[in-house]
């Protein structure tokens, strides 16, 4: 052994009969490298034996070619792999053994070696009967070539299979995949890149990134950014809103990644997703939301939103403004007692039919009473709650019918009104006539006869009770207002005060009257409506009489639009059960009343378009509240 070297603990080099052997270590496997040289040494047997067992020993398959390209060695891994023994292949010539490495990468870069002395690495395929791929290592010298060389088959298919599955990834991805150099140029596209852009391959060729029309100028810096800084190594994702080809805008999201190669980045990848879908999608889905919104905020009718269990979830402002009570004194109550349906049981039965998937139930009503006190009449829809098609919890949608429950009301009234008008009418003349005759003959009768006056008076005060009978009954029969004229209401008022005081003094009873100043003249048939005040106040007096008390007479304006006169007592009130009923025609809670006075206060105050209002309280007593038109047009 003429030499012997340790480098940094991972090569020697040997020098045995004339031949120069580096032999590298790797924490993996060990890889020898030949290289041969001619000089004068001492042979050694014993080296020579050494030298034989290292080259058989090593994992590569080994042979040396001298000038001429003659075999002048060949370990026995390398004749395995050539399927050659040993023996026969030394002093071949190279080629007259593989005669279609002529034709390959072989003959090509030993020629180039021989010519430059340079080493070289390469991969080629070996045909039948080897049927092999190689990795291949060339170390020239003066003397011939030292060549290694490994059976790569298996890793060139693992190879192939890869490529192929990033070539499918890279042409069959529905998004756009694109690959750029180091500096920026374009060096591949896919096929959803021309899609999406519309533009083909040959457009991109030797263009860089930022030169590409669909880029908008505004963006070029921003692009810039992105790719030095994936171009450092940090991947990059961002949104991009582009114009192709055909002048339609774009949005995608975009990824830079940087693509390495034995730990140095060489390039670029980017993947361009186009979301334009997605983005309307979202788009609409917000305009959607903001409808959704915009319904529940500004619906007039209150929206409570349940989970599948009952628990409120939430409620709209309407709520707020129905009940009277904020957001959060309202998770705060008993929702189905402040609800109060009519029908408590069918309501909950109807909640479970929602959520069992039956489809909406409406037109449950009930009666709230609201934070101030005030009953108003529901009606509620109870309506499920999709998401994702699967019911996920209900609404009730509750809805203020005071105004249609009270239209409804005068409309019925209206009815039996008119219904007893009709009556009335065929009627009272036939009554009127004979009743006329009989007072008159009964006077004449009393004048003319020595029978007790006593009999006669009753008899009068009788008949004359039928004929304030049906003067009323001629009221319903034509209700109709006879002249209409701007009437000062305050002058009336006080007219029909002074008049009735009188009466009220006998049963221990005050009137008071106050009247907001200068209050608006109204227009109406005053004669009607004094008729009108006078009965209410007249109706106060009767339900005092057994302990008397004050009236109150109020006269105000309302929303400058309505004149509203109150009449208010201490008297014993009604009860609940009967004030529905008040104004009924024939509907009477006085002994020897008839039921007609109410009826023709309604009939009047409704031909004169306004509206009368009773609220009362048993022990606490009674106010009658009538509202009529300041506008002569309102009025008509």
Not at 414 to 432: F, Y
Not at 520 to 535: E, G, H, T
């Given at each position: 052994m003429k030499k012997f070297n340790l480098f940094n603990y991972r090569a020697i080099i040997l020098t045995i009969n004339s031949i120069h052997i580096i032999v590298h270590y790797n924490k993996k496997r060990r890889t020898t490298y030949l290289r041969q040289e001619r000089a004068e040494v001492e042979g050694n047997q014993s080296y020579h034996i050494d030298f034989l067992e290292i080259i058989e020993s090593v994992t590569d398959a080994f042979f040396a070619l001298d000038r001429d390209l003659r075999f002048t060695y060949m370990n026995q891994k390398g004749a395995d792999m050539l399927e050659k023994k040993q023996q026969d292949l030394i002093g071949k010539y190279v080629w007259e053994e593989f005669p279609t490495g002529i034709d390959q990468k072989f003959h090509h870069h030993y020629n180039k070696i021989m010519e430059e002395q340079k080493s070289v690495e390469f991969d080629e395929y070996y045909p039948a009967p080897v049927d092999k791929w190689f990795h291949v290592r060339v170390h020239p010298s003066k003397n011939g070539f030292s060549v290694f060389f490994q059976d790569i088959t298996v890793e060139r298919a693992k190879q192939k299979i890869n490529d192929e599955y990033y070539k499918s990834l890279f042409d069959q991805n529905p998004d756009g995949v694109f690959s750029l150099d180091f500096d920026g140029y374009i060096t591949s596209i896919n096929q959803s890149m021309e899609r999406i852009s519309g533009y083909d391959r040959e457009y991109f060729s030797g263009k860089k990134y930022f030169e590409v029309e669909f880029i908008q100028q505004t963006d070029i810096e921003l692009l810039k950014s992105f790719f030095n800084k994936a171009r450092s190594g940090e991947t990059q994702t961002f949104e991009l809103s582009i114009i192709d080809k055909?002048?339609?805008?774009?949005?995608?999201?975009?990824?830079?990644?940087?693509?390495?190669?034995?730990?140095?980045?060489?390039?670029?990848?980017?993947?361009?997703?186009?979301?334009?879908?997605?983005?309307?999608?979202?788009?609409?889905?917000?305009?959607?939301?903001?409808?959704?919104?915009?319904?529940?905020?500004?619906?007039?009718?209150?929206?409570?939103?349940?989970?599948?269990?009952?628990?409120?979830?939430?409620?709209?402002?309407?709520?707020?403004?129905?009940?009277?009570?904020?957001?959060?004194?309202?998770?705060?109550?008993?929702?189905?007692?402040?609800?109060?349906?009519?029908?408590?049981?069918?309501?909950?039965?109807?909640?479970?039919?929602?959520?069992?998937?039956?489809?909406?139930?409406?037109?449950?009503?009930?009666?709230?009473?609201?934070?101030?006190?005030?009953?108003?009449?529901?009606?509620?829809?109870?309506?499920?709650?999709?998401?994702?098609?699967?019911?996920?919890?209900?609404?009730?949608?509750?809805?203020?019918?005071?105004?249609?429950?009270?239209?409804?009301?005068?409309?019925?009234?209206?009815?039996?009104?008119?219904?007893?008008?009709?009556?009335?009418?065929?009627?009272?003349?036939?009554?009127?006539?004979?009743?006329?005759?009989?007072?008159?003959?009964?006077?004449?009768?009393?004048?003319?006869?020595?029978?007790?006056?006593?009999?006669?008076?009753?008899?009068?005060?009788?008949?004359?009770?039928?004929?304030?009978?049906?003067?009323?009954?001629?009221?319903?029969?034509?209700?109709?207002?006879?002249?209409?004229?701007?009437?000062?209401?305050?002058?009336?008022?006080?007219?029909?005060?002074?008049?009735?005081?009188?009466?009220?003094?006998?049963?221990?009873?005050?009137?008071?009257?106050?009247?907001?100043?200068?209050?608006?003249?109204?227009?109406?048939?005053?004669?009607?409506?004094?008729?009108?005040?006078?009965?209410?106040?007249?109706?106060?007096?009767?339900?005092?009489?057994?302990?008397?008390?004050?009236?109150?007479?109020?006269?105000?304006?309302?929303?400058?639009?309505?004149?509203?006169?109150?009449?208010?007592?201490?008297?014993?009130?009604?009860?609940?059960?009967?004030?529905?009923?008040?104004?009924?025609?024939?509907?009477?809670?006085?002994?020897?009343?008839?039921?007609?006075?109410?009826?023709?206060?309604?009939?009047?105050?409704?031909n004169h378009r306004g509206t009368l209002d009773i609220q009362s309280e048993v022990g606490q007593g009674t106010i009658v509240t009538v509202c009529l038109p300041i506008d002569s047009e309102s009025a008509k």
């Open positions: 055909n002048s339609i805008v774009r949005h995608c999201v975009v990824t830079y990644f940087p693509i390495k190669v034995i730990g140095e980045i060489v390039g670029i990848f980017g993947i361009l997703k186009d979301i334009t879908s997605l983005k309307e999608m979202e788009k609409n889905l917000h305009r959607s939301e903001q409808k959704y919104r915009s319904l529940k905020l500004h619906n007039t009718d209150g929206i409570c939103s349940f989970d599948i269990y009952g628990n409120l979830v939430g409620i709209n402002p309407a709520v707020e403004k129905i009940t009277g009570y904020s957001t959060e004194e309202f998770f705060q109550l008993n929702i189905m007692k402040l609800f109060n349906p009519k029908n408590e049981q069918n309501f909950t039965a109807s909640i479970q039919q929602v959520l069992s998937g039956h489809g909406a139930v409406d037109s449950f009503e009930g009666t709230l009473i609201t934070k101030g006190g005030k009953k108003i009449h529901t009606s509620m829809t109870i309506i499920p709650i999709f998401i994702d098609e699967k019911i996920d919890g209900f609404y009730i949608i509750v809805k203020d019918i005071t105004k249609n429950k009270h239209t409804e009301e005068l409309l019925i009234r209206s009815e039996k009104l008119s219904a007893v008008g009709q009556l009335a009418a065929s009627i009272v003349h036939e009554i009127r006539n004979p009743l006329t005759s009989l007072m008159g003959f009964l006077q004449l009768m009393k004048s003319n006869t020595g029978m007790n006056d006593q009999y006669y008076q009753i008899m009068l005060d009788e008949l004359t009770r039928i004929n304030s009978i049906t003067n009323e009954l001629l009221v319903l029969s034509k209700p109709q207002v006879k002249q209409m004229k701007q009437e000062n209401i305050t002058s009336s008022l006080s007219d029909i005060v002074q008049l009735m005081n009188s009466q009220a003094v006998l049963h221990n009873v005050e009137i008071q009257l106050t009247t907001e100043n200068d209050l608006p003249d109204i227009p109406c048939d005053i004669k009607q409506l004094k008729q009108v005040f006078i009965n209410i106040i007249k109706n106060g007096i009767e339900a005092m009489e057994d302990k008397g008390g004050v009236i109150t007479v109020t006269a105000k304006r309302k929303n400058f639009k309505e004149v509203c006169i109150s009449f208010q007592d201490q008297g014993i009130g009604i009860p609940k059960e009967q004030l529905e009923h008040i104004g009924e025609p024939f509907y009477t809670t006085k002994k020897k009343g008839t039921g007609l006075g109410m009826s023709m206060i309604y009939t009047i105050v409704e």
